[in-house]
């Protein structure tokens, strides 16, 4: 333990801060779903999979660059979500949880099992894109350039969301009616549609996570692990909160990875889910969260 | 939900007609070794499983409300406890059934006293059960002891030979030894449903705050809840272990095993007292029509995806489940009868 050298600490720790951004970025889509409609999507990794496979198909026809794909993935799975939830997910809205989660494995299923069927099982990945192999060197330490892109393009849409949801009219609109559904109704607003667009955001989320993580490896059945992963950020961060989930996300990406080099790799989960329980026993509001 | 039922424990406070369906369904499950084949076999001793584990599931969240999605930790400790000491020390599996039931239930005692105890409820607390249960598969993952990733194995013996007290034997004892499990377990929830507890139980579920202004101890009835279910799901465990000699941390303590469980009383009917076993029964048949329409078409993953779209049609058309609906059908009772 701690016998290697102190750059290669340094090395997993900044890995692991770029992970984390994505990590967010996916988890804050499971946040926003969860705190303005009260609804547990527990098919988000199954989402993530979704567009990750879409920006394999971009990759693989017409060499388009997953982080580019983005534009086009992640209004076509808005499109997804907010018809999904026009359609389906707005029937549960007041069922208790165990008739929405029913519906959720249902749909995660479908998805997992589809993309099974029309990929294979295999991982996929884009690992040819033009800078593949780039690196940047900062101070002695190499800093791999798609994890770099990756992180960044995480923050940008993180950063986007952010303004969306404190500068425009139809953001606020979305808090106020997470903050008070029948005050909501009493003004005026149109929830349902509001409710459509939220889910959109929290599909687009995912299937933007998707695009990024396509440049490593994705497999049809990593969804649940995923959906377990973006649950585990959020409950950490608050779930609900955005910020939270960003912090959450950068917590587990950096604890997997120093996991990985100071014990093994197989327990770099022990650490989220410590961290996890911890947090649920001791500040269950998560660590940026509302006490609820 | 249902509201409580009005007769005390016992079959003798059941309507008639439910009675008579009651024994023609018993009778005919425990004739059926004589008139199926091996496979047909196979699929009830699953259906039954199932049921078991099913409605050991519902008393935690079916009758006392609290959701739980990592009920595969009960069944990987009663696998993993009663498969241990068979392995190591030679124990019979019937020692090792009150063993694995009692670590169950101090688990599922601590689970659910520290989460109780913080306040910790509804989704706060089902993602708390998944964390306990994942963390305690990569515990088990790195036990050497019990065989880390590898898993354990049973000695495999010949299954023509019947070996009661080590449960090695043919598919029709283990079929029996799963249906005996299941009817205890149903006259067990039967006759705590009726109890004080179970009046209990349905009043934490329905509404906490009142049930606790009228002064009943929650805390100490949903530890119970939880204990209780985890023994029940224990006795499935330790059944998985001798009914297919291997498993693993990676497959035992998976979120899925959690998962599978809940489907089928969902499907059948949550809170309601027969609504599992039929909910158990109803999935298991539609997963091997399912098999047998994949192999028919060559496709793989059908099966799972089919399976999805069953699960989200039932939840649209029938929400409260199969058995709230065909019971009145059946000329069983009222509708708004558990």
Known sequence: ???????????????????????????IGLSIVFGV???????????????????FML?????????????????????????????????????????????MIGMALVLVNGLDMIFGPDARGAHEVPYAFDSYEVGGIFIDAVRLYKAAAALVMVAFLFWFFKATRTGKAIRAAADNYRGALVVGLNVSRL??????????????????????????????????????????????????????????????????????????????????????????????GKRA | MNPSPRHDGGLAGLPRRALVALVVFAAALIAAPGFVDDYILSVLILGLY??????????????????????????????????????????????????????????????????????????????LTIAFAEFTRILFDHWGWVGGSSGLYLPVTERT?????????????????????????????????????????LAIREDQEAAQAMGIDILRYKVLAVVVSAMMTAFGGVFYAFYYNQFYP?????????????????????????????????????GEVLIWFQDLVGVRGLKLLTYGVVLMIIILAKPDGLWPWLRPLLGLGRRDRA
């Open chain 2, 50 to 127: 199932f049921a078991l584990v099913g409605q050991a599931w519902n008393v935690m969240t079916g009758f006392c409300g609290q959701l739980s999605l990592g009920h595969a930790l009960y069944i990987g400790l009663g696998a993993y406890t009663a498969g241990a000491l068979f392995v190591r020390f030679e124990i019979s599996p019937w020692i090792g059934l009150p063993v694995a039931m009692v670590v169950a239930g101090l688990a599922g005692a601590l689970i659910g006293f520290l989460s109780f105890r913080f306040g910790i409820r509804g989704v706060y607390f089902a993602l």
């Open chain 1, 59 to 103: 990759y693989s026809w017409f060499a388009l660059d997953p982080i580019i794909a983005i534009a086009l993935i992640g209004p076509l799975m808005f499109a997804f979500g907010a018809v999904l939830q026009r359609t389906l997910v707005d029937k549960f809205i007041d069922r208790p949880q165990h008739q929405q989660f029913l519906l």
């Open chain 2, 250 to 286: 990676e497959t035992i303590f998976n979120i899925d095993k959690s998962i599978e469980i809940l489907l089928g009383v969902i499907v059948g009917g949550i809170g309601t007292l027969f609504g599992p076993i039929l909910g158990a029964f109803a999935l298991a048949g539609i």
């Open chain 2, 161 to 201: 030979q019947v070996d009661l007290w080590s449960l090695r034997g043919p598919l029709w004892m283990f079929y029996y030894v799963i249906l005996a499990a299941v009817g205890l377990a149903f006259l067990v929830c039967r006759r705590l449903l009726n109890a004080k507890i179970g009046y209990y139980w």
């Open chain 1, 1 to 27: 333990m701690f016998d290697l050298p102190t750059f290669i600490y340094v090395d997993s720790a900044i890995r692991g801060l770029l992970q984390g951004a994505v990590y967010g970025m996916m988890a």
């Open chain 1, 37 to 55: 409609m009260k609804v547990v999507n527990f098919a988000h990794g199954e989402m993530l999979i979704l567009g990750g496979y879409l920006a």
């Open chain 1, 195 to 288: 409710y459509a667009i939220t889910f959109g955001i929290g599909a687009a989320c995912a299937g933007a996570a998707g695009c990024l993580l396509v440049l490593d490896d994705i497999t049809p059945h990593a969804g649940p692990g995923f959906t377990l992963l973006a649950f585990t950020i959020v409950i950490i961060g608050g779930l609900g909160s955005m910020p939270g989930a960003l912090l959450g996300g950068v917590l587990i990406g950096v604890s997997e990875a120093m996991a990985g080099v100071i014990f093994q790799p197989s327990l770099k989960s022990i650490f989220s889910y410590g961290l996890l329980i911890l947090v649920l026993l001791f500040r269950p509001a998560g660590l940026m």
